[in-house]
Nanobody, 123 residues
């Protein structure tokens, strides 16, 4: 199983980035997985950011509501995270992940993880 995340970079505060994650696995369809994004800032624990179920129900942490949008393409097994009005506190390595549980939001519910993509927001 592979989850390949991309789209990170350096952006000024107030700017935007779109993260992309492509899932692939022999004999596995991610159409019945909750797909999530987590982030980990230096010296911090990895935290939940957003998730989307296979029925397109979405979940966000409060600090990104109204700024981030998670979406998925079930036909392509991809999940995106559109990030707008970025703030320096959004700086972190962002990881995509997949969970069998509907609406999973805890780190230990996620089975598959990507390698992470770094987002740096300058003030």
């Amino acid at each position: 199983v592979q989850l390949q995340a991309s789209g990170g970079g350096l952006v000024q505060a107030g700017g935007s980035l779109r993260l992309h994650c492509a899932a692939s696995a022999s004999g596995v369809s991610f159409n019945t997985y909750t797909m999530g994004w987590f982030r980990q800032a230096p010296g911090e624990e990895r935290e939940f950011v957003a998730a989307i179920t296979w029925t397109a129900r979405t979940y966000y942490i409060d600090s990104v509501k109204g700024r981030f949008t998670i979406s998925r393409d079930n036909a392509k097994d991809t999940v995106d995270l559109e990030m707008n009005n970025l703030k320096p506190e959004d700086t972190a390595v962002y990881f995509c992940a997949a969970a069998r549980d509907y609406g999973a939001r805890r780190r230990n519910e996620y089975t598959y993880w990507g390698q992470g993509t770094e987002v740096t927001v300058s003030s």
